[in-house]
């Protein structure tokens, strides 16, 4: 039971992540009613907040690692184990509006993710379609 629990605990934060990438109400809507099932609302919140934190490091991480291997690619296996603030050390001046660009385009594209999610509304979803259905009775 355990074991079955586990696996179905990975495939909701793999969901949850996905969510957190690009906002989809359907899969957000299967993590908030398991998380509901198992009474841990408090800990979807914590996983969503960790969630969106990862992803602005991991994608951030990845602008970085991109512009700097595009102008090194003979040391990749040096740049593969730089730390963050390692690479941000190694912009070089002539790229920095292009990383500053990229970087933003990522964070912004998580922040609307972040924004669905914070602005999604459980109640007035159930609300419309019960006035709705009501009104085709």
Not at 11 to 32: A, I, N, P, R, W
Not at 58 to 86: A, C, F, G
Not at 116 to 130: D, T, Y
Request: charged residues 20%.
């Amino acid at each position: 039971m355990q074991v079955w629990l586990g696996r179905t605990l990975q495939k909701l934060d793999s969901l949850l992540l996905g969510v957190c990438q690009e906002f989809k109400e359907e899969g957000y809507l299967k993590v908030v009613d398991a998380y509901a099932l198992i009474g841990d609302v408090s800990g979807l919140a914590e996983k969503i907040q960790s969630f969106f934190m990862q992803e602005v490091i991991s994608e951030t991480h990845s602008v970085l690692k991109s512009i700097i291997l595009y102008e090194v690619i003979l040391m990749l296996w040096e740049y593969d184990r730089l730390t963050y603030s390692d690479l941000c050390l190694q912009i070089p001046e002539s790229k920095f509006r292009q990383c500053l660009l990229r970087t933003l385009a990522v964070l912004f594209k998580i922040m609307c993710s972040y924004h669905e999610i914070m602005g999604f509304q459980l109640e007035n979803k159930v609300n419309l379609n019960f006035t709705v259905s009501h009104l085709f009775m």
